[in-house]
């Protein structure tokens, strides 16, 4: 009986190459990190810098942006307006038309005045020869909201307008009344409409989109047909719209409000500041593109000549670990992790100071703060993707390197 020699095979038999676990490549990542703190430190601000680049240079221009964009909200780039057409016999629009007009699914709020054909003046002793030339007009509580106005001093129609005769002045009625404001504590102003007194509560700013409530006093709708002999039937409706759908609300507009003669009802057209708001949106969005770009393609540079040199100086390593059993790619794992991770730290840091930076920056223009979350997120995303390509060839480099020839630099 012959007895057979085994040969070695360099690891136990019945056991396959060691596996590692997430955590541990995690720490093997680590290790260029921790012990090159310095270059590591100067490689994440490469990459920092990349990505806070990309939040500035979107940022920024976001906040400028929103600034732009609501001052061309201001300019009423999602309001229309719904009267009667000029004709004779006159055609009214129905009483319930702004209710029939909400029913439009991108309408966000509705409201009407109407004119009630009633004098204004301010008391009782003065006649037709003292006419200020100012509009009395029923209004509904939901007004401003509609038409972008704001309450100067005093407050605006509420509940008890409908009870009680309260009025709001427009700011050119007010002047041309003599009531420039309303006192809180002090006694109410009143003046004289229809042969009833009215008690002011309110004074408005000036509204430049809609210069026809500045001429006009407001006051109660259920007031109004109760004292001024009001028919009911809205003079102009005001309407908000979503912005992408303000076209598409003007054409089913007129069938809407007046089902029967939709062919006499005016509609104004979208506002001009809405065409050069979209414009700009579309600029700004190419220029992020661009700019975005270049800042990841800085930092991905930066990323990847780190790692080469650092595969140089640490061939020794490299080789001992391929000595002690560590195959090919465990020593890509460990060089890629180590470039992903100095990425995403890179990208973490930059994240912060690029949004401290338009922050800073936005604050000191006196815009509102925008920071990206698209941005953001493309950023840290960027920087993971970066980090793994520019690791990949410093990682392959390492691997392909073998025990003898490692140790032999």
């Given at each position: 009986?012959?007895?057979?020699?085994?040969?070695?095979?360099?690891?136990?038999?019945?056991?396959?190459?060691v596996?590692?676990?997430?955590?541990?490549?995690?720490?093997?990542?680590?290790?260029?990190?921790?012990?090159?703190?310095?270059?590591?430190?100067?490689?994440?601000?490469?990459?920092?810098?990349?990505i806070?680049?990309?939040?500035?240079?979107?940022?920024?221009?976001?906040?400028?942006?929103?600034h732009?964009?609501?001052?061309?909200?201001?300019?009423?780039?999602?309001?229309l307006?719904?009267?009667p057409?000029?004709?004779?016999?006159?055609?009214?629009?129905?009483?319930?038309?702004?209710?029939?007009?909400?029913?439009?699914?991108?309408?966000?709020a509705v409201?009407?005045?109407?004119?009630?054909?009633?004098?204004?003046?301010?008391?009782?002793?003065?006649?037709?020869?003292?006419?200020?030339?100012?509009?009395?007009?029923?209004?509904?509580?939901?007004?401003?909201?509609?038409?972008?106005?704001?309450?100067?001093?005093?407050?605006?129609?509420?509940a008890?307008?409908?009870?009680?005769?309260?009025?709001?002045?427009?700011a050119v009625?007010?002047?041309?009344?003599?009531?420039?404001?309303?006192?809180?504590?002090?006694?109410?102003?009143q003046?004289?409409?229809?042969?009833?007194?009215?008690?002011?509560?309110?004074?408005l700013h000036?509204?430049?989109?809609n210069?026809?409530?500045?001429?006009?006093?407001?006051?109660g709708?259920?007031?109004?047909?109760r004292?001024?002999?009001?028919?009911?039937?809205?003079?102009?409706?005001y309407?908000?719209?979503?912005?992408?759908?303000?076209?598409?609300?003007?054409?089913?507009?007129?069938?809407?409000?007046?089902?029967?003669?939709?062919?006499v009802?005016?509609?104004?057209?979208?506002?001009?500041?809405?065409?050069?708001?979209r414009?700009?949106?579309?600029?700004?969005?190419?220029?992020?593109l661009?700019?975005a770009?270049?800042?990841?393609?800085?930092g991905?540079?930066?990323v990847?000549?780190?790692?080469?040199v650092?595969?140089?100086?640490?061939r020794?390593?490299?080789?001992l670990?391929r000595a002690?059993?560590?195959h090919?790619?465990?020593i890509?794992?460990?060089?890629?992790?180590?470039?992903?991770?100095?990425?995403?730290?890179?990208?973490?840091?930059?994240?912060?100071?690029?949004?401290l930076?338009?922050?800073?920056?936005?604050?000191?223009?006196?815009?509102?703060?925008?920071?990206?979350?698209?941005?953001?997120?493309?950023g840290?995303?960027?920087?993971?993707?970066?980090?793994?390509?520019?690791?990949?060839?410093?990682?392959?480099?390492?691997?392909?390197?073998?025990?003898?020839?490692a140790?032999?630099?």
């Amino acid at each position: 009986m012959t007895n057979r020699t085994t040969r070695p095979t360099g690891r136990l038999a019945g056991t396959g190459p060691v596996r590692l676990a997430p955590l541990d490549v995690l720490s093997l990542g680590l290790l260029g990190i921790r012990t090159r703190t310095a270059r590591a430190a100067l490689s994440a601000l490469g990459i920092s810098l990349g990505i806070a680049t990309l939040i500035v240079v979107t940022g920024i221009p976001a906040s400028s942006q929103k600034h732009l964009d609501e001052r061309l909200s201001a300019l009423g780039t999602d309001m229309l307006q719904a009267k009667p057409a000029r004709q004779e016999p006159p055609v009214l629009l129905p009483p319930e038309s702004a209710d029939m007009a909400r029913r439009i699914g991108p309408v966000t709020a509705v409201s009407a005045v109407a004119n009630t054909h009633a004098e204004v003046f301010r008391n009782d002793r003065l006649g037709i020869s003292d006419y200020t030339g100012l509009t009395v007009l029923a209004g509904k509580p939901d007004l401003l909201g509609a038409i972008n106005a704001e309450v100067g001093s005093g407050r605006f129609l509420g509940a008890g307008a409908e009870k009680f005769p309260l009025a709001v002045l427009g700011a050119v009625a007010a002047s041309r009344l003599g009531v420039p404001d309303v006192t809180p504590g002090a006694p109410a102003p009143q003046i004289f409409i229809g042969h009833h007194w009215f008690t002011v509560v309110g004074v408005l700013h000036k509204t430049p989109l809609n210069p026809e409530i500045d001429r006009s006093v407001l006051v109660g709708w259920d007031t109004a047909r109760r004292l001024l002999a009001f028919d009911g039937h809205p003079t102009v409706l005001y309407l908000k719209a979503r912005e992408s759908r303000i076209e598409a609300v003007r054409e089913v507009l007129p069938a809407t409000v007046n089902p029967e003669l939709p062919g006499v009802v005016q509609v104004s057209r979208p506002s001009d500041a809405l065409t050069a708001k979209r414009a700009a949106a579309s600029t700004f969005s190419a220029l992020f593109l661009g700019l975005a770009g270049v800042a990841l393609l800085v930092g991905g540079v930066g990323v990847a000549n780190t790692m080469v040199v650092s595969v140089l100086e640490r061939r020794r390593e490299i080789g001992l670990r391929r000595a002690l059993g560590a195959h090919r790619g465990q020593i890509r794992a460990q060089f890629l992790t180590e470039s992903v991770l100095l990425s995403v730290l890179g990208g973490l840091a930059g994240t912060v100071l690029g949004s401290l930076a338009t922050m800073a920056y936005a604050a000191h223009q006196d815009w509102p703060p925008v920071i990206p979350l698209a941005s953001v997120a493309a950023g840290l995303g960027g920087a993971i993707l970066v980090g793994a390509l520019a690791g990949l060839y410093p990682a392959l480099r390492a691997a392909r390197l073998t025990p003898t020839e490692a140790l032999a630099t």
